[in-house]
């Protein structure tokens, strides 16, 4: 690539952040591998309480239920992300620059308040 191609960019200024985009997508790849295992052992998890305690109290019964529900929509929309993130917004820059703002502002909100020593 020619310096004219990368918007001037010098190629170790490139090489840096490329290296950053492939830890950061390997990051999210091994974190949704490990989450999805875990919330396969939820459903299997579910099935057995259903099956093994079909006499329980309804409360019960609900309360797994809904926790089943929040894990698998937590699942979905963390997948919808990492697709739009990875799939569609691959290469838009736009897309990449909105994405590092938000993880620059949820870093100062979480700071805000923290007393450094």
């Not at 590092?100 to 502002?105: D, F, G, L, Q």
């Amino acid at each position: 690539m020619s310096q004219a191609a990368t918007g001037s960019l010098p190629p170790d200024v490139i090489a840096e952040l490329i290296a950053g985009v492939k830890e950061s997508l390997a990051t999210i790849l091994i974190g949704f591998t490990l989450a999805t295992i875990l919330y396969g052992i939820t459903v299997i998890q579910t099935y057995l309480y259903y099956k093994s305690y079909p006499k329980d109290q309804i409360w019960l019964k609900l309360f797994v239920a809904a926790l089943w529900i929040l894990d698998t929509l937590t699942t979905i929309l963390v997948a919808h992300s990492i697709y739009t993130y990875t799939v569609l917004d691959f290469g838009d820059p736009e897309a990449e620059a909105k994405a590092a703002s938000a993880k620059v502002e949820s870093y100062d909100h979480r700071c805000k308040g923290a007393t450094y020593v």
